[in-house]
C-alpha cells in the first residue's frame, strides 16, 4: 500500500498498488508492441525478397536469424532487469532501443537510394539478374533490424514478469488470477499481432514500407507512453543481484568442496537464518535431485579464516536449490525447440506458398502476409473459452488452481504441432498438384487454389501456441526463484530462439541431404511436403523425449517466512500445483 497526502500534508485514501488495475497498462504495452513485432514477423520475409532483391532461401534465413537472435538477447534482457534496473525500467530502456530501430528502417524504406531498385513482380526464373543490395544498403538493414531485436528482447523479458508481479502467487485469492493474467497477456498479445498481420500488413503492400515501419515506431512509442501511466500503481521488483553470478557460485563452491562428504540431514547445511533473511523472504527446500550441488552448502570451518567463507566456498541451500531449479528446466527447454522450428516454417515458407496462390476473398485481395490472422482468430476465440470454460471446468475435478498442470499444457501444444505439421504436408502436395495440373509450374502468376487452404495447418497450431507458450511463460515465473523471475521467462522465450536457428541449419542440412528439396528458388519445384512431413515425425518423437523430462521434473519446494511469528516460524509451500 502506498500512502498519498493532500495539498495540506494529509493523508489521503490508501493507494492500492498492482492487481488487474495495473496489469492493463501491461496488455496494452504488450499488444501495441507485438503488433509492430509480429507484423514484420510475418512479412519482412517479403521485404528481403522483392525489395532487398535477396534470395528466396536467403530472405528465408535472415528472418529466422533476425527472428532468433530478438528472442536469444531476452536472456541479456532478463540479465539487466534482475540484476540492475526494475523491470518496469527495463521496459521503457530496450522500448526506446526498439523505437530507434524501427525509425531507422522506415528511413531506409523512405529514401530510395539507402536500398536496391525492387525486384517484384518479377518471375522466380529471371530473379537472379536484379540488382543486388551494397554493403552499405545491407549494413542499413542488419543495423536496424539488430536494434529492433535488442529493443524487444528486453521488453519481452521484463514485460510478462511485470505484469505478473502484481497478482501475489502466494495469496490463494491472488494465484487464480496470476493464472489468468498469463492468458490474457497472450489474449493481448493475439489482439496485437492480428491488427499486425492485417492492418500494417495492408498498409506495407499499399501504402508502401515506410508508412508500415513508421506505424510500428509510432506503435511502439505508444505502448511504452501507456506502460509509463500505470507507474504509480505498480508492485515493482527490487533487482537482488546477478542470478548468473549466483549460479557460478554454485558451481564453483561444489567443485571447491567436491571432496568433503554431504551431511544426510537437510539441517546442518548452510542457510540463512530467518531473522537475517527477514520477513517475507523466499527460503527453498533442500531436494534429492542433482546432490553434488549439494556440496556447496557444506558448512566449510576454516581455522585460519575466523570469518564466515565467502560465496565462492560456501553458498545457502535456496542458492543451491536456485541452481537446481534452472538445470532442471533445460531439458523441458530443449524438448520444445522444435515446436518452434515449425512455427519458423509458418512464418517463412509458408508465406512465400500463399505468394503462389489465389487470395481472392469477396473481390479483395488478401495480402500473403495476412494469413496468419487464421491461427490468431482462432486463439482470439479459444483463449477466453480456455481461461472462462475450461479452467474452472478442470479446476473442480483436479483441485489445481491452474486446471490443469503446466507440464500437460505445454505436451498437448506439442502433440497439436507435430498434426500441424502433418496437415501442412498434405496441403503443399495438393498445392503442388494444381500446378502441375493447370500447366503453371514455372509460372508468376496465382494459382486457381484459394490460399485459405493454408488456413487448415495455421488453425492446428494456432490452437498449438496458445497451449505452450502459455504454458512456458506460467511454468518459468512460477518456479523459478524470487532473484530470477525476468531471467527465467526470458529462457522461455530462448525455446523461440533455438527453434528459429534451427530452421536455418535444418533447411541447409536438408537440401544437403535430400539432394535438394528446398534448393530451387521456386515452390512449385521444391519439395516442401517432404520437408513438412520431416518436421511431423521429428515432432513425434521429440514429444516421447518430453514425455520423459516432464515425468522426471520435481516442482520446487519452498519456505516462506512467517510475518505473524515474528520470522521465527517458516510455512512449508510445495509449488508442485501446476
Same mark, same amino acid.
Given at each position: 500500500?502506498?500512502?498519498?497526502?493532500?495539498?495540506?500534508?494529509?493523508?489521503?485514501?490508501?493507494?492500492?498498488?498492482?492487481?488487474?488495475?495495473?496489469?492493463?497498462?501491461?496488455?496494452?504495452?504488450?499488444?501495441?508492441?507485438?503488433?509492430?513485432?509480429?507484423?514484420?514477423?510475418?512479412?519482412?520475409?517479403?521485404?528481403?525478397?522483392?525489395?532487398?532483391?535477396?534470395?528466396?532461401?536467403?530472405?528465408?534465413?535472415?528472418?529466422?536469424?533476425?527472428?532468433?537472435?530478438?528472442?536469444?538477447?531476452?536472456?541479456?534482457?532478463?540479465?539487466?532487469?534482475?540484476?540492475?534496473?526494475?523491470?518496469?525500467?527495463?521496459?521503457?530502456?530496450?522500448?526506446?532501443?526498439?523505437?530507434?530501430?524501427?525509425?531507422?528502417?522506415?528511413?531506409?524504406?523512405?529514401?530510395?537510394?539507402?536500398?536496391?531498385?525492387?525486384?517484384?513482380?518479377?518471375?522466380?526464373?529471371?530473379?537472379?539478374?536484379?540488382?543486388?543490395?551494397?554493403?552499405?544498403?545491407?549494413?542499413?538493414?542488419?543495423?536496424?533490424?539488430?536494434?529492433?531485436?535488442?529493443?524487444?528482447?528486453?521488453?519481452?523479458?521484463?514485460?510478462?514478469?511485470?505484469?505478473?508481479?502484481?497478482?501475489?502467487?502466494?495469496?490463494?485469492?491472488?494465484?487464480?488470477?496470476?493464472?489468468?493474467?498469463?492468458?490474457?497477456?497472450?489474449?493481448?498479445?493475439?489482439?496485437?499481432?492480428?491488427?499486425?498481420?492485417?492492418?500494417?500488413?495492408?498498409?506495407?503492400?499499399?501504402?508502401?514500407?515506410?508508412?508500415?515501419?513508421?506505424?510500428?515506431?509510432?506503435?511502439?512509442?505508444?505502448?511504452?507512453?501507456?506502460?509509463?501511466?500505470?507507474?504509480?500503481?505498480?508492485?515493482?521488483?527490487? %533487482?537482488?543481484?546477478?542470478?548468473?553470478?549466483?549460479?557460478? /557460485? !554454485?558451481?564453483?563452491?561444489? @567443485?571447491?568442496? #567436491?571432496? &568433503? *562428504? +554431504?551431511?544426510?540431514?537437510?539441517?546442518?547445511?548452510?542457510?540463512?537464518?530467518?531473522?537475517?533473511?527477514?520477513?517475507?523472504?523466499?527460503?527453498?527446500?533442500?531436494?534429492?535431485?542433482?546432490?553434488?550441488?549439494?556440496?556447496?552448502?557444506?558448512?566449510?570451518?576454516?581455522?585460519?579464516?575466523?570469518?564466515? %567463507?565467502?560465496?565462492?566456498?560456501?553458498?545457502?541451500?535456496? /542458492? !543451491?536449490?536456485?541452481?537446481? @531449479?534452472?538445470? #532442471?528446466? &533445460? *531439458? +523441458?527447454?530443449?524438448?520444445?525447440?522444435?515446436?518452434?522450428?515449425?512455427?519458423?516454417?509458418?512464418?517463412?515458407?509458408?508465406?512465400?506458398?500463399?505468394?503462389?496462390?489465389?487470395?481472392?476473398?469477396?473481390?479483395?485481395?488478401?495480402?500473403?502476409?495476412?494469413?496468419?490472422?487464421?491461427?490468431?482468430?482462432?486463439?482470439?476465440?479459444?483463449?477466453?473459452?480456455?481461461?472462462?470454460?475450461?479452467?474452472?471446468?478442470?479446476?473442480?475435478?483436479?483441485?489445481? *488452481?491452474?486446471?490443469?498442470?503446466?507440464?500437460?499444457?505445454?505436451?498437448?501444444?506439442?502433440?497439436?504441432?507435430?498434426?500441424?505439421?502433418?496437415?501442412?504436408?498434405?496441403?503443399?502436395?495438393?498445392?503442388?498438384?494444381?500446378?502441375?495440373?493447370?500447366?503453371?509450374?514455372?509460372?508468376?502468376?496465382?494459382?486457381?487454389?484459394?490460399?485459405?487452404?493454408?488456413?487448415?495447418?495455421?488453425?492446428?497450431?494456432?490452437?498449438?501456441?496458445?497451449?505452450?507458450?502459455?504454458?512456458?511463460?506460467?511454468?518459468?515465473?512460477?518456479?523459478?526463484?524470487?532473484?530470477?523471475?525476468?531471467?527465467?521467462?526470458?529462457?522461455?522465450?530462448?525455446?523461440?530462439?533455438?527453434?528459429?536457428?534451427?530452421?536455418?541449419?535444418?533447411?541447409?542440412?536438408?537440401?544437403?541431404?535430400?539432394?535438394?528439396?528446398?534448393?530451387?528458388?521456386?515452390?512449385?519445384?521444391?519439395?516442401?511436403?517432404?520437408?513438412?512431413?520431416?518436421?511431423?515425425?521429428?515432432?513425434?518423437?521429440?514429444?516421447?523425449?518430453?514425455?520423459?523430462?516432464?515425468?522426471?521434473?520435481?516442482?520446487?519446494?519452498?519456505?516462506?517466512?512467517?510475518?505473524?511469528?515474528?520470522?521465527?516460524?517458516?510455512?512449508?509451500?510445495?509449488?508442485?500445483?501446476?
Amino acid at each position: 500500500m502506498g500512502i498519498c497526502r493532500d495539498a495540506k500534508n494529509q493523508p489521503k485514501q490508501q493507494v492500492k498498488l498492482g492487481g488487474t488495475r495495473a496489469a492493463l497498462f501491461v496488455y496494452a504495452t504488450a499488444g501495441l508492441e507485438n503488433m509492430a513485432f509480429i507484423s514484420n514477423a510475418v512479412s519482412l520475409v517479403t521485404y528481403f525478397y522483392g525489395y532487398m532483391n535477396f534470395s528466396l532461401a536467403k530472405s528465408a534465413t535472415t528472418l529466422t536469424n533476425f527472428m532468433g537472435t530478438a528472442f536469444l538477447l531476452s536472456l541479456f534482457g532478463g540479465f539487466i532487469c534482475d540484476t540492475y534496473l526494475s523491470r518496469f525500467k527495463t521496459c521503457v530502456l530496450f522500448g526506446s532501443i526498439e523505437i530507434l530501430g524501427y525509425a531507422l528502417l522506415t528511413v531506409q524504406a523512405h529514401f530510395h537510394q539507402l536500398r536496391p531498385f525492387p525486384c517484384k513482380d518479377v518471375p522466380p526464373s529471371k530473379m537472379n539478374q536484379c540488382e543486388a543490395a551494397t554493403s552499405g544498403q545491407t549494413a542499413i538493414l542488419f543495423t536496424s533490424l539488430y536494434l529492433v531485436a535488442l529493443g524487444t528482447s528486453g521488453i519481452k523479458a521484463a514485460l510478462p514478469s511485470l505484469g505478473a508481479d502484481q497478482f501475489d502467487e502466494k495469496d490463494p485469492k491472488e494465484a487464480a488470477s496470476l493464472s489468468s493474467f498469463f492468458n490474457w497477456l497472450l489474449f493481448s498479445i493475439t489482439i496485437g499481432a492480428m491488427l499486425g498481420v492485417t492492418f500494417l500488413v495492408w498498409i506495407s503492400t499499399n501504402q508502401g514500407w515506410d508508412w508500415s515501419f513508421g506505424v510500428s515506431t509510432i506503435a511502439v512509442l505508444a505502448g511504452i507512453l501507456f506502460l509509463t501511466m500505470g507507474r504509480s500503481i505498480y508492485r515493482n521488483n527490487k %533487482p537482488k543481484g546477478s542470478p548468473i553470478i549466483r549460479i557460478i /557460485q !554454485v558451481f564453483v563452491a561444489a @567443485i571447491r568442496n #567436491r571432496k &568433503l *562428504p +554431504i551431511p544426510a540431514m537437510a539441517e546442518k547445511l548452510h542457510e540463512t537464518r530467518d531473522k537475517e533473511a527477514g520477513i517475507g523472504a523466499e527460503i527453498l527446500q533442500r531436494t534429492a535431485q542433482f546432490k553434488f550441488f549439494d556440496r556447496a552448502a557444506i558448512v566449510v570451518h576454516d581455522a585460519s579464516t575466523p570469518s564466515m %567463507p565467502g560465496p565462492w566456498r560456501m553458498c545457502t541451500v535456496t /542458492q !543451491v536449490e536456485e541452481t537446481k @531449479i534452472i538445470v #532442471r528446466m &533445460l *531439458p +523441458i527447454i530443449l524438448s520444445t525447440i522444435l515446436m518452434n522450428t515449425c512455427l519458423a516454417q509458418l512464418q517463412t515458407f509458408t508465406i512465400q506458398q500463399s505468394s503462389t496462390m489465389d487470395r481472392s476473398l469477396l473481390g479483395f485481395q488478401v495480402p500473403g502476409a495476412s494469413i496468419p490472422v487464421i491461427p490468431l482468430a482462432f486463439m482470439f476465440v479459444s483463449i477466453p473459452l480456455y481461461d472462462r470454460v475450461f479452467v474452472p471446468l478442470a479446476r473442480k475435478f483436479t483441485g489445481i *488452481p491452474t486446471g490443469i498442470r503446466y507440464l500437460q499444457r505445454i505436451g498437448v501444444g506439442l502433440v497439436l504441432s507435430a498434426i500441424s505439421m502433418a496437415v501442412a504436408g498434405i496441403i503443399e502436395t495438393r498445392r503442388k498438384n494444381v500446378a502441375e495440373k493447370h500447366n503453371m509450374v514455372d509460372s508468376a502468376d496465382p494459382l486457381p487454389i484459394s490460399v485459405f487452404w493454408l488456413g487448415f495447418q495455421y488453425a492446428i497450431f494456432g490452437i498449438a501456441d496458445m497451449f505452450t507458450l502459455v504454458g512456458l511463460l506460467e511454468f518459468f515465473y512460477s518456479e523459478s526463484s524470487l532473484g530470477m523471475k525476468s531471467l527465467s521467462t526470458a529462457i522461455s522465450w530462448c525455446s523461440l530462439a533455438f527453434g528459429y536457428f534451427t530452421s536455418s541449419v535444418m533447411v541447409e542440412v536438408v537440401n544437403k541431404a535430400s539432394g535438394g528439396w528446398l534448393a530451387n528458388n521456386n515452390l512449385n519445384r521444391d519439395e516442401l511436403n517432404y520437408f513438412y512431413w520431416l518436421l511431423s515425425g521429428l515432432s513425434i518423437v521429440n514429444f516421447g523425449f518430453y514425455l520423459v523430462c516432464s515425468s522426471w521434473y520435481r516442482y520446487k519446494k519452498e519456505e516462506q517466512v512467517d510475518s505473524n511469528s515474528g520470522g521465527e516460524a517458516k510455512i512449508k509451500i510445495e509449488m508442485g500445483s501446476g
